[in-house]
Every structure is written in C-alpha cells, then in structure tokens.
C-alpha cells in the first residue's frame, strides 16, 4: 500500500475538488500582536490589511508583501472588532471599553481631529500641525488621534460597521443592544433594545436600509435603520448562539454560523434555511466566534493580483444561491449560467484550520492548516487571491494565504 505523502505546508485538499479547484499556499506568517488576534480587514481597495488584537492595538500590514507598515495601540483594553469604510477613508474599532473609536486609515500629514461622544454635545475641532511621537511605547502620534469616540453602550462593545455610504456606524454590544451611530455628527441617531442576550455580531444590507443584528440568544434580527423597527426575527432549529451573520452579495440571503458547528443560508424573503452546511471533525466552533465569508471564486488566468474596482459589485451579485439545482425564489433576479460565478465559504475553527467549501454543492473544497491555536479572524482580499487568518494564544500569529 503506497502511503500518501503529506502536502506542503500543512495544506489538506479535498481529493474530489478537481483540476480547477484552489490551491492557496501558505505565504508568510505576521507576528506583531502580543495577545490574540481578534479582528482582520482588507481595505476595499485592496492595498491595506488592517488587524486589532486583545492587545488593543491595530496593526497596518502590506498584503502584497506582508510588510509591517505601522502600529498602535488604539485602546488600553481588548480590541473585539473592526471595520474599513466601504470607501477606504476610515477605520472603526469596538472594544472590551465600550467605546468606539473612529481613525483615519491612512492619516494626511496634517490631521483634523474631532472629538465626540453619545452622550453629550461635544465636538471639539483641533488641527495639529506638529505630529511628535510619544514616548510611553503605544506607538501613538498626533496623528493617530481618534476623530472620533463613540460612548452609547454600557459593556464591552463586540461588532462594528460602517454602512454602504460609509456615513453610519452599527455597533453591539455585551449589554444586549445596538446602536446607529451617525458618523459625521458623531451622535446617536438609533438605539435598539435588540436581543436578551448579548450582540456578537452587526452588518449593513448592501443598500444600507436594513441592519442585522445576531445574538447569544440563537435569534438573528433585521432592522429597518430609518424607523429603527424590527422587520423580521431568524431563528435556528437548534436555538444555537449565533456566533457570526451577515448579508450575502446577492440582496435575497443571508450567511449565519452557530456555536453548533453548523453554516446556514436563510432566504430574507421566506425566513426559510436554504441550505445547512456541516462537516463533523473538520469544523469546530463550539466555543469561540469567528467570521463566515462569501467570496467569488478568484480568476485564475492572471498571474497577479486583481483590485476590484466598484464596477465590480455587479459580478458579486451574480453568485446566485441554487436550491437543488433551481433558483429557489421565483422573484430572484435570475441570472444566464453562462455569467454565474461559484460561491465559496470560508471560515475558520476550534482545531487551528480554515475549511472552504463550495456553496453549491456543499463540498469542502480545501483545508488549510498551519495554526496551533484556534482561529477566530478570518479576511479574504477583494481580488479573491489572498487569505488572512488570525489566531488566540498562544500562537496569536497572522497567516497569509495565496493562489
């Protein structure tokens, strides 16, 4: 019997996965963070991985070169998560402070800064034209001053993000509410008493009208962000915590993952699960969150890495979501086969691993493995072609993944 020989790099591909399956490749490996990596962002344009650890520093990295470009520490406490404005002008954290704080991800020279808060009516303006480094070792500048701080929540903020038209913030939080935050006046515009339990995760609809928020509490809500009502509650069968949801490309669906090990695909429309994916020993989250992303099958006929440009939502929304082979709502906009892109999930586990699979057929399309701690930030480049994935202690190591 010829005993397999292990690929490189700890890299496990599904044997079934065909010729034009992916075949990322470990690439680098990031340390900067002292504690666990908790948070990972690729900038819409591509040129920026931005990661937040339980450190509560924010690190700025190269993707294309894995380059440590700068870092500080954003907050005395844990960073939970962050966001990158659609249009790559700003970043937005949510710590175990419950605060909020509001960067700019690439800072001019001369920094106008903006000070408020929730709570009251302050907004300060200061120009500083000096930048001088400090010296207490937080790697802080005047220039990495917040433009904003957003204090509404009353315990440690879990989830953060920017809406469509970067112009809102959603948070959640431990104390079991979420709240929109207008980001220009720096003020409350929304307050939802949302779950019984507390909020790990929040996400805009691609139009910005709707809000989600997905909860200890096994319940998934969506919200109308104008009136601030509940449209509609989204349960599993297994009343589950939810750990992660969003919306999908397409505008009809909805990714959750549970503390179940189990992927779910919700039509908005019918409440209805589409589609429930699992793989037992191979995926394990029982314990920990960690994000569930939908992404385009990357191109595979250029040697480099393609930035989408915005022209390109159109092609996200063309990774339609079959139901046995059918287009479950007739009222989805239907799509020639001959333009449909595949869909894959990833999403990372308990055991150290990263597990793609086809949405379609639900087949594990590759597994990657190389951390020694579980993984609970995961970011996936616009192009499709680089992976990062993120971990707890003791590793709390950045891997970088690439096709």
Same mark, same amino acid.
């Given at each position: ?11 496990? /591909? ?54 440590? &470009? ?36 690439? !800072? /001019? !020279? ?138 999908? !490309?397409? /505008? ?36 920990? /969150? ?7 099958? !990357? ?67 590759? &597994? ?36």
């Amino acid at each position: 019997m010829a005993i397999p020989i292990s690929p490189p790099n700890g890299i496990n /591909p599904n044997p079934e996965a065909g010729p034009s399956s992916p075949k990322y490749q470990l690439s680098q490996t990031l340390t900067a963070h002292r504690r666990a990596v908790t948070a990972l962002r690729f900038s819409n344009d591509g040129k920026t991985l931005l990661s937040a650890g339980a450190d509560g520093w924010l690190h700025f990295w190269d993707p294309e070169t894995g380059e440590h &470009v700068r870092g500080f520490r954003a907050h005395k406490t844990g960073i939970n998560d962050i966001s990158i404005s659609p249009d790559s002008l700003y970043i937005a954290t949510a710590s175990d402070d419950c605060t909020s704080l509001v960067y700019y991800l690439n !800072p /001019p !020279p001369s920094t106008i800064n903006f000070t408020s808060s929730g709570n009251d009516n302050t907004n300060e303006l200061n120009e500083e034209e000096d930048v001088k480094d400090d010296s207490n070792g937080t790697g802080h500048t005047k220039e990495n001053e917040p433009l904003r701080i957003l204090k509404g929540h009353t315990a440690p903020v879990l989830s953060i993000s920017f809406s469509p038209k970067s112009n809102l913030l959603v948070t959640g939080s431990f104390d079991e509410s979420a709240i929109i935050w207008d980001l220009k006046k720096g003020k409350i515009l929304k307050n939802l008493p949302a779950h019984a339990d507390p909020i790990w995760c929040v996400n805009f609809d691609n139009e910005g009208a709707m809000v989600l928020t997905a909860s200890l509490d096994g319940l998934i809500r969506l919200w109308d962000v104008s009136s601030g009502q509940c449209l509609k509650t989204l349960d599993n069968d297994t009343n589950s915590p939810v750990s992660f949801a969003s919306f999908t !490309p397409s /505008p009809y669906f909805l990714l959750s993952s549970t503390l179940s090990s189990t992927l779910r695909i919700y039509n908005i429309h019918t409440s209805k699960v589409l589609k429930t994916i699992q793989s037992p020993n191979l995926y394990i989250s029982e314990k920990f /969150p960690c994000p569930s992303i939908i992404f385009a099958k !990357p191109n595979l006929s250029s040697s480099s890495v393609d930035v989408v440009e915005d022209g390109d939502d159109a092609n996200q929304e063309k990774m339609d979501i079959d139901v046995d082979g059918k287009n479950e709502d007739r009222n989805s906009k239907v799509t020639n086969h001959k333009d449909k892109q595949d869909a894959w999930i990833i999403t990372g586990s308990e055991n150290g691993k990263l597990i793609i699979w086809d949405l379609q057929s639900k087949s594990v399309i590759q &597994v990657l493995q190389s951390h020694n701690s579980t993984v609970v930030a995961v970011a996936v480049h616009p192009s499709g072609r680089i992976i990062a994935s993120g971990s707890l202690e003791p590793e709390k190591a950045i891997k970088l993944w690439r096709i």
